[in-house]
């Protein structure tokens, strides 16, 4: 068998940017990157609870798939649909953005925002006279 061939004959596919591997969630790996890097992690807990991601589900069509993606769980329609990755990598990534929109108002996201704020996340002004002062997102 080739080395990118499975047992069953198919190939391979390699792991997205959005499977979890080496033990990280899809949410810590996605707020890890560079170009996410004024987004705070939303706790599960928040995204679990449907009070908080009410309503959100109209405007995506691949809601319960972005869904699964961003919680690390499995799908089991996505064996059954034929689902274009790019698609569904943007439909989660546009989730997530809605979810922590949501998240950044509550008193716990506003929270992980000053701890942001405070460590210079968002970098420090670069005139003299600001005297390195924290920015904002």
């Given at each position: 068998i080739?080395?990118?061939?499975?047992s069953n004959g198919f190939p391979e596919q390699e792991p997205?940017?959005?499977e979890s591997k080496e033990?990280?969630?899809?949410?810590?790996?996605f707020c890890s990157?560079?170009?996410?890097?004024y987004f705070c992690e939303v706790e599960e807990e928040f995204i679990?609870?449907?009070?908080n991601i009410y309503n959100i589900s109209r405007d995506f069509h691949l809601f319960k798939h972005?869904?699964?993606?961003?919680l690390d769980a499995?799908?089991?329609e996505a064996n059954d649909a034929e689902i274009d990755q790019d698609e569904l990598q943007t439909s989660t990534t546009n989730l997530y953005g809605m979810i922590h929109a949501r998240y950044i108002v509550t008193a716990s996201g506003l929270e992980a925002m000053l701890r942001k704020y405070k460590s210079c996340a968002y970098g420090t002004?670069?005139?003299?006279?600001?005297?390195?002062?924290?920015l904002l997102p």
């Amino acid at each position: 068998i080739p080395k990118n061939m499975s047992s069953n004959g198919f190939p391979e596919q390699e792991p997205s940017d959005y499977e979890s591997k080496e033990g990280k969630t899809w949410i810590s790996k996605f707020c890890s990157k560079e170009i996410n890097s004024y987004f705070c992690e939303v706790e599960e807990e928040f995204i679990t609870d449907a009070f908080n991601i009410y309503n959100i589900s109209r405007d995506f069509h691949l809601f319960k798939h972005s869904l699964a993606v961003i919680l690390d769980a499995d799908d089991p329609e996505a064996n059954d649909a034929e689902i274009d990755q790019d698609e569904l990598q943007t439909s989660t990534t546009n989730l997530y953005g809605m979810i922590h929109a949501r998240y950044i108002v509550t008193a716990s996201g506003l929270e992980a925002m000053l701890r942001k704020y405070k460590s210079c996340a968002y970098g420090t002004c670069p005139r003299v006279y600001c005297n390195n002062q924290n920015l904002l997102p």
